[in-house]
């Protein structure tokens, strides 16, 4: 799970809304984007979230539980906490998945950093960190769902990098599979927006629901 720098005034739009201009967001920052018409760009965001969504009701019908590391383990996923600092490592990734053996690695270095910047926002500690790493469960599950039903969000739409006639090359655009994971956290955890940036909105209601 990759944070974002998402433009504040972006907070400022109606509800609805918040979510497509997330996704849009994200999507604005994928390699290929040069390649996507525009006009093409709120389709595809939607088709991502529906995506995310609806995965979200399947596994929550199937399993039972809005615990993502109680899912983990239901699916036989291993979670991992890594405590090593590396500088060479952005602190805005805060999680990854990997597919063999299935595990999902939260970066305890990246957490704490965030936790150190929310500091003003006068959340509770420990509150904080375990709901972020529930977050980055939820995001990593979504991964792992993709890779053993080899159903990829991503695949469904494929920009063209070189088309001469004879060569044609096509890449797909990876950030629709991260746009539907952070749908899927979202829908999964009853979260009021994409938690693909850190806002205090976000975490507020987190904290809210885990006091009453």
Known sequence: MNLRTIPHHKFHLRKQRIDHALASEILRHDPVFHHIPLSAVPKLTSCALERGEEVADAVYKKYGTRDPLRLARHMDIRILFDIT???????????????????????????????????????????????LTRICAAHEIYHHIERTTFDFIDLTYCVPIINLGFLKIEKSVRSLSEIAAHAFAKSYLRLPFLPCCLDAQLFEQIHQEEME
């Open 85 to 131: 600092y590396s500088p060479s490592r952005a602190l805005t990734v805060l999680s990854r998945y990997h597919e063999k053996p299935p595990t999902i690695i939260i970066y305890e270095s990246a957490i704490r950093q965030c936790r150190d910047n929310m500091a003003r926002w006068e959340i509770k500690q420990k509150t904080f960190l375990s709901e």
